[in-house]
């Protein structure tokens, strides 16, 4: 019996990479012109795979808009395959509602051309996490495809992988890669010795299943001889084999499912192929942005517009625009900034645009919510889920401040008076309204020398929109022929404040909590010597040391010691040269302390180093002096357990990792970090191969806990688990900054060939100033260990803070949603016209879920009703629910 041959032809497209996406794009024009034109003239060149991506077919059509119904007629016919993502994105850089609204955008794109693909397509990914299999049965798919990350446990092309949670897809499995077919020779004997060799090679993992020829690679063009060659190869096999253009999908339909073995959880094995670990540290700046930009639309725009807005008001466009520009960088050369610097320039602008359309809309919707307030004065807002405490800033009339705050600034007001004509003074109301944040209201009253306006900054004038046009409606009655104006901006001063039990999805004003703002805290004290300084608040007790500038917490010593070692390595990893040098002491440490309580006290403590300059790449070693100073501050909070830490410096050396070590209260043998929809357990090793070595860096979304220790961050993704001795880890290795020359290099220690092409780049070298946010938090001993995502909200979450005029409707203390249970909400929006809610429950025990006096149904990632919901429910463990919720 002849042996089946899968031939699929596709191109891998990289948007962006070691070329900007407009030199890409002029060339995927090229390519679908082409392969376009081929596929209408020659019916058999049977299919055609458009990478599993739909930004390719966006991407044409708006240089070839005319072609559209081609694509649609050729993918009506089974020649086009399209989809089911947007862009093939990388997994782990990116947060888990982003792969949602991924593959949610990709199958609305392709379901104008017939429908996305129905497989799991991931040929590409530095890795896979753990909760892809649920995402894909959430939207119906039975079939995965992977590549990287597969460990040397799986010794079949197909295995059943598996979710936390349960969810199960067969895995079909590139034991090469995704180009095992590319570059087919036009010689139909030396196409077949092409597979035989290969099955030859790969016979353990291959067996006798039919074999998976994918005819195709990074940017390579279809091979127009495909068909005829085909034809001859099977004419010259004599039965040996069956060649057969065809679909990913048909190849995944009929494979043998029998006797798979089944791998639970992530893929991050380098035992078969580069995992390019050093992706998450490269280019931290990135990070940084994605982490800012994905918090500004999930945690804050979505919500509160939702909650806030009058549902006719949701911004759908608006934040069309910035989940496409968040999509675009979810690619994974994008996201993982392993490309020319003119790329990742360009990954920044959109995360910077996205950010700040959510700024816009959650400024828009808090408005709303301010504007319509029946009580006056300042009123916090809780944009997370939880019950909360905690320090808001809050601008107060006068200088003379309440009880039990912490004053931050004082400005003094100002009045200024002109007389003008009335034409000329409109002109100059209507500029000053416009532009001049003090004024918030008018007054307008009639007198013999002409029309008085104050302009004012308080509560009790008109308000007045910042529009020209309308400020000049305001005058239009005025019989007089001057006017007499004031700008009158009284004195303020701007304080913290501790408010208590904000609700979650809530709001209470300020004066309903400051009678206990003094009681509610032991307040924070900060005290300076010549050999330590110390921040205490009853909770916390940290002490820094003026010789090694380290600092302890609650008698817990070495926290913020900064390691620097050379980096030989590329975007991809971090590899050391020959002579390694590090440097973990200080030359100098001062010790002062930039804010002393009550309510928030601060250290920084400032250290120099003497770095060398860079790598040298012929001996490989690093040379060169050069002292940089780094300021690491510490702020303590009264009333909470968490040490909010930062690192900034100036980045004048070359070709290193800087990383904080962070000792953990108890020896550790494994980590567990935030992924998407749930949290990870991993030990101190890693599995490597022939072509990377095993490296113990792993990636975290937002929060690593390990040895009693929680460390939540923004954007600094890269831990270790380092120290280890014989009852496990002592340290935790927190990756502050990577700089690297290379986008890609040849053979190094940790990686034998390169993966990419070998240019020498500037921006990956990180020169100029950064600051790096993240804290620290140690485990209670009487209450056991902390919920990271709680700290990650009081972190990375502010409470918000408006202003009420006092006329509208709205209470000044209410619940929008009422959501309890041990559930993270992912996402809350509003959806095809409801209000739609998904919560995952990251623990390994069912928890139950209530959203008070709402009901709706449960549904799929496709919007398919699976279930009813009416007010509570249980969620399995690390299972995700989406909720469409009557309004």
């Known amino acids: 019996m002849s042996r089946r041959v899968n031939i699929v032809p596709h191109t891998h497209w990289d948007r962006e990479w070691y070329l900007p996406f407009q030199s890409f794009r002029a060339r995927l024009v090229e390519l679908l012109d082409s392969l376009l034109d081929r596929l209408l003239a020659d019916t058999g060149y049977a299919h055609f795979l458009l990478d599993g991506q ?20 050729l993918a009506a016919d089974g020649r086009l395959a ?3 993502w947007y862009t093939l994105p990388d997994e782990f850089l990116v947060s888990g509602e982003t792969h949602i609204r991924n593959l949610q955008r990709g199958r609305r794109v392709a379901a104008d051309f017939g429908g996305a693909m129905e497989v799991g397509y991931l040929p590409d990914m530095f890795g896979h996490i753990a909760q892809m299999p649920q995402l894909f049965r959430l939207f119906g798919y039975e079939h995965a495809v992977v590549w990287r990350g597969v460990p040397s446990a799986v010794e079949a092309t197909g295995f059943w ?5 349960g969810s199960t897809v067969r895995a079909e499995y590139l034991p090469t890669g995704y180009g095992n077919g590319a570059n087919m020779p036009r010689d139909p004997a030396a196409l077949l010795s092409q597979i035989s060799e290969w099955v030859k090679d790969q016979r353990t993992i291959v067996g006798d299943r039919a074999v998976l020829w994918m005819n195709g690679s990074d940017h390579l063009t279809p091979q127009p001889f495909l068909p005829q060659v085909v034809a001859e190869a099977n004419a010259l096999s004599e039965g040996t084999y069956e060649l057969v253009v065809t679909s990913l999908a048909a190849h995944l339909a009929a494979a043998d499912s029998t006797d798979l073995t089944t791998w639970s959880g992530e893929l991050r094995s380098g035992a078969r192929a580069n995992l390019l670990r050093g992706v998450g540290s490269n280019r931290v700046d990135v990070h940084q942005a994605a982490a800012r930009a994905e918090r500004a639309l999930e945690q804050r725009a979505e919500p509160l517009a939702a909650l806030l807005q009058p549902p006719g008001q949701w911004p759908e466009a608006l934040l069309d625009v910035a989940w496409l520009e968040m999509l675009r960088n979810a690619a994974h050369d994008s996201i993982c900034a392993c490309s020319h610097d003119e790329v990742v320039d360009a990954v920044k602008v959109r995360y910077a645009e996205a950010r700040q359309i959510g700024e816009a809309i959650e400024e828009r919707s808090l408005r709303y919510l301010a504007d319509d307030l029946a009580v006056s ?22 200088t003379e401040p309440w009880g039990g705050v912490q004053v931050t600034s004082i400005d003094d007001g100002c009045h200024r008076r002109f007389d ?11 500029e000053e309204v416009m532009w001049n944040a003090d004024c918030t209201g008018i007054r307008l009253s009639e007198h013999d020398a002409g029309l008085h306006v104050a302009m004012v900054r308080d509560g009790s004038a008109v308000d007045v929109p910042r529009n020209r046009g309308l400020v000049k409606q305001a005058f239009e009655h005025s019989l007089s022929e001057r006017m007499i104006a004031t700008v009158l901006v009284p004195p303020t001063h701007r304080a913290l404040v501790r408010v208590e039990d904000v609700a979650g999805y809530g709001w209470r004003p300020v004066a309903a909590t400051t009678d206990r703002v003094a009681t509610a805290a032991v307040p924070v004290t900060v005290t300076v010597t010549d050999s330590q300084s110390t921040i205490s608040n009853g909770l916390l007790t940290v002490v820094a040391d003026a010789v090694t500038g380290t600092f302890s917490i609650n008698g817990v010593a070495g926290y913020g010691r900064l390691v620097d070692d050379g980096d030989a390595g590329d975007t991809y990893n971090w590899s050391p040269p020959r002579k390694q040098l590090v440097v973990d002491t200080p030359s100098t440490v001062m010790l002062t ?21 860079r790598i040298d790449d012929t001996l490989s070693e690093r040379i060169g002096r050069r002292e940089v100073w780094v300021t690491t501050s510490i702020e303590v909070r009264a009333g909470d357990s968490i040490v909010r830490v930062s690192v900034e410096f100036d980045n004048e050396v070359a070709d290193h990792r800087l990383r904080m ?33 095993p490296m113990s860096t792993f990636p975290s979304r937002r929060f690593v806990q390990a040895g009693g220790l929680t460390v939540v961050h923004e954007g600094l993704l890269e831990y270790e688990l380092v120290d280890i001795a014989a009852f496990g880890a002592a340290t935790l290795a927190l990756t502050v900054i990577r700089a690297t020359r290379f986008l890609s290099r040849g053979s190094m220690t940790m990686r034998p060939m390169p993966a990419g092409p070998q240019h020498e780049l500037r921006g990956s070298q990180m020169p100029g100033r950064h600051r790096l946010e993240f804290a620290l938090c140690l485990d209670d001993p009487s209450n056991g260990t902390v919920d990271p995502y709680a700290i990650v909200d009081d972190v990375f979450l502010p409470m918000s803070v408006v202003y009420g005029a006092g006329a509208g409707t709205t209470p000044g203390t209410h619940q ?36 008070a006096g709402r009901s709706g149904n449960v549904v799929d990632l496709g919007g398919n009703v699976l279930d009813r919901f009416d007010e509570a429910m249980t969620v399995g463990a690390h299972q995700i629910v989406t909720l469409a919720l009557t309004d």
């Open 420 to 430: 003008l004509p009335m034409e000329q003074g409109i002109a100059v109301i209507a």
């Open 54 to 73: 739909m930004a390719v077919v966006d991407d044409y059509l708006a240089i070839r808009p005319e072609r559209k119904e081609t694509l649609r007629r």
């Open 816 to 851: 929008a949603l009422d959501v309890r249970g041990a559930v993270v909400v992912s996402s809350l929006r509003r959806n095809n016209g409801h209000l739609e809610l998904r919560v995952f429950n990251p623990g390994p025990q069912p928890a139950e879920v209530s959203v």
């Open 377 to 398: 004065g300042p009123v916090v807002v809780n944009p997370s889920q939880r019950r909360r405490s905690g320090l808001v800033e809050v601008r107060f009339p006068g």
């Open 82 to 84: 399209m989809g089911p």
């Open 661 to 693: 070590h962070l000792p953990l209260p108890s020896p550790a043998s494994v980590s567990h970090a935030e992924c998407a929809f749930t949290v990870v357990e991993r030990g101190l090793d890693a599995e490597g191969g022939p072509s990377e070595e």
């Open 161 to 165: 992988w598996q979710s936390p949670d």
């Open 593 to 613: 302390a930039f804010e002393r309580g009550p309510l928030r006290a601060g250290l920084n403590i400032r250290r120099s180093y003497v770095w060398p300059e």
